[in-house]
């Protein structure tokens, strides 16, 4: 059974960079897409990028000026690194495997990251 | 991108009834990408739905997904304890992979 086990700093300073790592096991990393969303609270879901098969990144356009995305395949660790947060970056941040057909089964635990002066 | 627009915002029922939740699509998506996911207070969240129609592993069958084009449908059949929760729909087909906004599911 595939489980995704994230952590990183939840408390961050205005103009920080965010680091979240999500590590995979229990399964392979190969194949399937790799996914960050994050969640502000009492808001839905944000999908912020993806690390894909092809050892690509996709980013949220929103985001993307921001936001750096990677797989270290040794440590089977997914990582995430966002530049310049604000208050408005304040969320829980999931990592997630998207199947083949790109739905998502497996989720992280989320983490809660504050941002505050 | 793709929005997704979900309604009602909230739907207060009780243990037994029928659910119907909604959600419309700012564009065509193939049904092959939509889904239907559950979310509980400090949870993440939970697929029930994949492909429009096929309920994942583990899912009870009183939970059914139709739909296509830019309007699509959960229902509940008979709603458990258990089933009060937020409920969001997503597309998963054309990046910024969007959701909707949820629909709160509260006992009445």
């Not at chain 2, 939970?63 to 729909?89: K, M, N, Q, W």
Request: hydrophobic fraction near 30%.
């Amino acid at each position: 059974q595939l489980q995704l086990q994230q952590w990183g700093a939840g408390l961050l300073k205005p103009s920080e960079t965010l680091s979240l790592t999500c590590a995979v096991s229990g399964g392979s990393l190969s194949g399937d897409y790799w996914r960050w969303f994050r969640q502000a609270p009492g808001k839905g879901l944000e999908w912020i990028g993806e690390f894909n098969h092809n050892g690509g990144a996709n980013y949220n356009p929103s985001l993307e000026s921001r936001v750096t995305i990677s797989l270290d395949t040794s440590k089977k660790h997914l990582s995430l690194k966002m530049t310049s947060v604000t208050a408005a970056d304040a969320a829980v941040y999931y990592c997630a495997r998207a199947s083949p057909g790109g739905w998502l089964i497996y989720w992280g635990q989320g983490t809660l990251v504050t941002v505050s002066s | 991108e793709i929005v997704l627009t979900q309604s009602p915002g909230t739907l207060s029922l009780s243990p037994g009834e029928r659910a119907t939740l909604s959600c419309r699509a700012s564009e065509s998506v193939s049904s092959r990408y939509f889904g239907w996911y559950q979310q509980k207070p400090g949870q993440a969240p939970r697929l029930l739905i994949y492909g429009s129609s096929y309920r994942a592993t583990d899912i009870p069958d009183r939970f059914s997904g139709s739909g296509s084009g830019t309007d699509f449908t959960l229902t509940i059949s008979r709603l458990e304890p258990e089933d009060f929760a937020v409920y969001y729909c997503q597309q998963y087909g054309f990046p910024p992979y969007s959701f909707g906004q949820g629909t709160k599911l509260e006992i009445k």
